[in-house]
């Protein structure tokens, strides 16, 4: 199911964000070493995982409201 989520979720966002969510969420880097490897600032990697998460969260809920 979470995979299902990541697939309908990705679509929503850019590249950028999508990378910025990845490096940081998924492979569990630090906020500082995903700002600097993608050269922006800390608020915007903390904002770019809030929205994927905050879609991604629907997401589940709305596999998980498929199964029942």
Do not use: C, M
Not at 28 to 36: D, I, L, N
Not at 45 to 55: D, I, K, M, P, T
């Amino acid at each position: 199911a979470f995979q299902t989520a990541l697939e309908r979720t990705k679509p929503h966002f850019t590249d950028h964000t999508w990378t910025l969510f990845d490096l940081s969420w998924l492979q569990k880097k630090g906020v500082t070493e995903v700002a600097e490897i993608a050269n922006v600032s800390l608020q915007q990697v903390y904002v770019a995982r809030s929205r994927v998460l905050n879609r991604l969260r629907f997401e589940v809920a709305a596999i998980v409201d498929e199964t029942w």
